[in-house]
């Protein structure tokens, strides 16, 4: 198995636990905190896929699928346009609002296409290219993969979580 089918695997993985945080909530549970500094499930899906976007659009010189595809604008959130949610106050994570998870799961599955699409053509030479040197040691394209890939999937836990806390009460 190459490292790119390993990676594929691993981003496949997200999709399906993004589909089955979100999966039956109605948005009053979407947007539901446990306590009013937690972040809510679909402020969660919403920032690991802005950071995956941002991230994979950025290593592999693509655009972004939130300005490309509108999503920004379908969102229609009170939030910079390059907002990823990164070291988001109470405040800012409460305006991460949707009218149904079909608008959270529609934007990861474009995401992922992208991601996809962008793994699928990886050599392993690829993995070695640096894509960040701001960092010490500087960031490589493999090491960027497994970061978003790693964040991606405490994100998604952290929704799962969440969501079993809005249905046991």
Not at 12 to 31: F, M, Q, S, W
Not at 38 to 50: D, E, F, G, K, P
Not at 145 to 153: A, G, I, M, P, R
């Amino acid at each position: 198995m190459h490292a790119k089918d390993i990676l594929i695997d691993g981003y496949n993985r997200i999709k399906e636990e993004v589909h089955a945080a979100v999966e039956g909530l109605d948005p009053d549970e979407l947007v539901a905190r446990p306590s009013p500094d937690a972040n809510s499930v679909a402020w969660l899906i919403w920032h690991l896929t802005r950071v995956q976007d941002d991230h994979i659009a950025d290593a592999f010189d693509l655009d972004q699928v939130w300005l490309t595809q509108d999503f920004q604008k379908t969102f229609g959130l009170d939030l910079p346009r390059h907002d990823t949610g990164y070291g988001h106050t109470a405040a800012k994570v409460a305006k991460v609002r949707v009218d149904s998870g079909d608008l959270l799961t529609g934007y990861y599955d474009a995401v992922h296409a992208q991601t996809l699409g962008a793994l699928r053509e990886v050599a392993a030479k690829d993995l070695e290219r640096v894509v960040d040197d701001r960092w010490d040691p500087p960031v490589t394209l493999g090491v960027r993969l497994v970061s978003v890939l790693s964040d991606d999937l405490q994100h998604v836990g952290q929704a799962a979580y969440v969501r079993g806390l809005l249905q046991s009460a």
